[in-house]
């Protein structure tokens, strides 16, 4: 796995990200990490399970997989979600 992390923080910009995931991942494995994300934004903005999953389609045991991991897990979630605030902050204020 540090091989593939390594590889992930030398990406440089979004496109090269699409490149790089499009040929490692399948479209579906890529949809369901985009999922993932959006229930776990989503479970952060105190969102009902009911309204996660109509609009994101994940099923109620994606949903409590996601809150477990925000609630028990690493703060990894926490951390991009912190590092995304701090960005969207600081192009805001140019």
């Given at each position: 796995?540090?091989s593939?992390?390594?590889?992930?923080?030398?990406?440089r910009t979004?496109?090269?990200?699409?490149?790089?995931?499009?040929?490692?991942?399948?479209?579906?494995?890529?949809?369901?990490?985009?999922?993932?994300?959006?229930?776990?934004?989503?479970?952060?903005?105190?969102?009902?399970?009911?309204?996660?999953a109509?609009k994101?389609?994940?099923?109620?045991?994606?949903?409590?997989?996601?809150?477990?991991?925000?609630?028990?897990?690493?703060?990894?979630?926490?951390?991009?979600?912190?590092?995304?605030?701090?960005?969207?902050?600081?192009?805001?204020?140019?």
């Amino acid at each position: 796995m540090d091989s593939l992390f390594e590889a992930i923080l030398n990406l440089r910009t979004r496109e090269e990200c699409y490149l790089f995931f499009e040929d490692l991942c399948t479209v579906n494995e890529l949809l369901s990490l985009s999922q993932r994300f959006e229930v776990a934004a989503m479970l952060r903005e105190h969102k009902t399970y009911l309204d996660i999953a109509e609009k994101t389609g994940a099923s109620t045991a994606t949903i409590s997989r996601v809150n477990r991991s925000l609630n028990y897990g690493n703060d990894g979630y926490e951390l991009i979600f912190e590092r995304l605030s701090e960005k969207e902050e600081t192009s805001g204020a140019d």
